[in-house]
């Protein structure tokens, strides 16, 4: 219900989920289609709030059996038990900080960065909120940030997300067919502690599920141009995350414009 008030009365943000899913359905993708996708980004939306106010009542262990799907579970022991700790790349498709909760009850504690929300109350409530399960949650910012790197140096597991330039700080490269602004902080952390850089995609199923799958860790390619590095290997992850986007739309939660070139709308003139 929250998701579709808010898909009709925030046209700015409306336009520009729908600029987003253009890109993602394509040039063929009728108007009917495009919206139908945008719609459904913000039920997501929608539905990521109110797994935010159930995680503390969550129980893990009974979610982890009957409603929780993951395949690659081993790369994150291995991580752990090396003493390497390890960066792990996602994105803002279907809640990827509800797809972690259920880790819990595995012994997992993962930290993950997030973007600072105003008022600060409010950001200090969902911090809490994030928490209740026994993951940490920390703003991005130096702070943030020093924690982050203490944590990866003791064998920690971080959660990073590339699809959003919270920081202001990413590099322009190509995704899905256009140029956008990407992250490159989870490479940089990797590259900078010498954890391993593991990709995971995570996604909602029918049933209040989740599935996730866990990549074995991608070989970090260093030639010293510390600058070069970050661009390729973060470039090396795009694909990966390319296919999962375009599988379901509708699941990308990004309420904000990635691409400065917009496709065109059906229709229009060239």
């Keep these: 219900v929250a998701g579709d008030g808010a898909y009709r009365w925030r046209r700015d943000t409306r336009d520009a989920v729908g600029s987003n899913m253009r890109r993602l359905l394509g040039p063929d993708a009728g108007e009917d289609e495009v919206q139908r996708a945008t719609r459904e980004v913000f039920r997501n939306a929608g539905r990521y709030y109110a797994d935010l106010i159930h995680v503390g009542r969550l129980d893990v262990e009974r979610f982890y059996n009957e409603r929780y799907e993951i395949q690659g579970e081993e790369y994150l022991h291995a991580a ?5 700790g390890a960066v792990l790349v996602g994105t803002h498709f279907g ?3 509800m797809a972690v909760q259920p880790l819990a009850a595995k012994g997992f504690s993962i930290m993950g960065l997030v973007e600072t929300l105003e008022p600060k109350a409010l950001s200090d409530f969902t911090l809490w909120l994030r928490e209740r399960q026994g993951h940490v ?5 130096y702070a943030g940030l020093k924690e982050t790197i203490r944590r990866l140096k003791s064998g920690g597991l971080v959660a990073i997300l590339i699809d959003r330039d919270v920081a ?3 590099v322009p ?8 602004s990407i992250s490159v902080g989870a490479v940089d952390l990797a590259i900078r502690t010498g954890a391993d850089l593991i ?11 989740f599935k996730v799958v866990v990549e074995p860790p991608v070989e970090i390619i260093r030639t010293g141009n510390l ?3 970050l661009r390729s290997n973060t470039e090396r992850l795009l694909p990966i995350f390319e296919e999962l986007l375009r599988s379901d739309p509708g699941q990308w939660a990004v309420l904000e414009a990635i691409w400065k070139d917009q496709p065109p709308q059906e229709g229009a003139v060239q």
């Design 95 to 97: 809640n990827p900080e």
């Design 173 to 180: 490269m190509q995704f899905c067919g256009a140029e956008a």
């Design 137 to 141: 949650y920390r703003t991005i910012g």
């Design 227 to 229: 600058e070069a590095d």
């Design 168 to 170: 202001g700080t990413g």
């Design 199 to 209: 990709p995971a995609r995570s996604w909602r199923l029918p049933g209040y599920g």
């Design 80 to 84: 752990k038990d090396s003493g390497r």
